[in-house]
Structure formats: structure tokens, C-alpha cells
């Protein structure tokens, strides 16, 4: 049996666009302590949103996915660095010369200065890919779970602290990479909820039970009447 505790493996995201939005959903949600934000919302409150988690006692989940050049990507870890987040998020796909630049970044920063130090979480393929879109549309020859644990060992061989993926990947990554190496999965989807743009999903029970150590979950918790039920059901249906 999996025994979760929702204070730290259940990351709820605040994919709302706005700050008012977003301060409302923690403020209906005291019991969650953990908190994702990403892009729409980075983008629409930028660091104030930061701010009132820290404020409010929360881990962050930043979720900017960064994709660029090793010196860019060195850069904007440095500048993350200072913004009170527990993870940052980097596109695997930028290689390794942009993975150990953005660790490196990191691992220079004096501890007087950024306590802690944010850990640095690839980005393998998003959970809105098949195995026909990564064939198909990005030509990529190797079969779907093949290429991710080949993103997973590159991370993890530049010192990333772990990776984002399917939980149907989570078990492989486990088994090859090992337990200490962090599985965060996304677009988890509790019984009878819609899959929307998901395509490689699981139940959070079935994705505990598969190796991932977080589960990012979004849409079906904030988009419910009640949130804080919802949430409150899937820790019990966790535990079961």
C-alpha cells in the first residue's frame, strides 16, 4: 500500500492567468503546501505571485521549462536562483552542454546569498506527446519509452536532481536512474475526470504505485466546485 502525504508529493498547479485568481485558489486550498506556477500565471503576475507563496510558507514548483542557449539558460537560473523556489524546470532537449551550464549556475551560487539552492528538474517529453506524435511529427526514431529514459540518463548525468515525465514512465526511470533520482509526473487525471490534452496519464494512486515520488495536478482541483474536497478525495483514494 502507498502512503502519501498531500503536503509533499501532491503539487497543485495554479494555471489561472492572473494574481487575485491565483491568491484566491491557495486561500481555498490552506491544506495544500505545495504549489506549481508556470507559465501562464509567471507571465501574467511575474514575481508577486512568488513573493505571497514565500510569504505564505509554500514550495514552489516553478515550471518555466527553460529552453535556450547554455549562457542564457546559466543566466536565468542565477537570476531564478533568488526567487525562494524549491524546483526549477529545463527542457532536456536543450543538451548537454545547456544541462551543465544551468547546474553549474546553480551549484556556483554562494549559500549565503540563496538558501536553499533550487533543484534543477529536466523536462523529458511532455505528457501531451504520443508515441505517433514523437515518430511522426519530430522524427524522432527511438520508441517513446526509450527516448525518455535516454532524456533521463543525459539529466542525471549532468547532475540534474531529477525529471519530469509520464508516470508511465516513472517505474523504467526508477529502476535505471534510482531512488533517489526525482520523478515529478504531471497531467494526472483522478477516476472520472476528462483526460483534455493529456495522452500519457494515470490515476494518482496507479502513478504512486509506479514509481513517481510527486504528482502535479491541476485543472481537475482548481476547476472544481469545491476544491478542497476534491483534493481531500484523491489523498483519501491515495491511501487506499
Not at 506527446?129 to 522524427?139: I, W
Request: charged share 15%; with cysteine.
Amino acid at each position: 500500500m502507498v502512503s502519501i502525504n498531500p503536503a509533499n508529493q501532491i503539487i497543485v498547479a495554479l494555471d489561472v492567468p492572473q494574481l487575485a485568481e491565483a491568491i484566491a485558489l491557495v486561500e481555498r486550498l490552506p491544506q495544500v503546501t505545495f504549489w506549481k506556477v508556470g507559465l501562464e500565471l509567471f507571465y501574467g503576475a511575474g514575481t508577486e505571485i512568488l513573493e505571497y507563496l514565500n510569504h505564505q510558507n509554500k514550495r514552489i514548483f516553478l515550471d518555466l521549462k527553460l529552453n535556450d542557449i547554455p549562457n542564457t539558460v546559466a543566466a536565468a537560473c542565477r537570476v531564478i536562483a533568488t526567487y525562494g523556489v524549491e524546483m526549477i524546470t529545463i527542457h532536456t532537449s536543450v543538451g548537454r552542454a545547456g544541462l551543465l551550464a544551468a547546474q553549474d549556475a546553480l551549484n556556483s551560487l554562494s549559500t549565503p546569498r540563496v538558501k536553499p539552492i533550487p533543484q534543477l528538474i529536466g523536462v523529458t517529453l511532455l505528457t501531451s506527446f504520443s508515441a505517433r506524435d514523437l515518430a511522426f511529427d519530430l522524427k524522432v526514431p527511438l520508441e517513446l519509452p526509450e527516448y525518455i529514459l535516454h532524456l533521463a540518463l543525459l539529466a542525471q548525468g549532468c547532475g540534474l536532481a531529477g525529471v519530469v515525465c509520464s508516470p508511465q514512465e516513472a517505474a523504467q526511470i526508477q529502476q535505471v536512474c534510482g531512488d533517489d533520482f526525482v520523478r515529478i509526473c504531471p497531467g494526472i487525471r483522478p477516476l472520472g475526470s476528462e483526460q483534455g490534452d493529456q495522452r500519457r496519464s494515470l490515476t494518482p494512486k496507479a502513478a504512486l504505485d509506479a514509481g513517481a515520488n510527486f504528482l502535479v495536478i491541476g485543472r481537475p482541483i482548481t476547476q472544481a466546485p469545491d476544491p478542497a474536497h476534491v483534493f481531500e478525495q484523491i489523498c483519501a483514494q491515495c491511501q487506499q
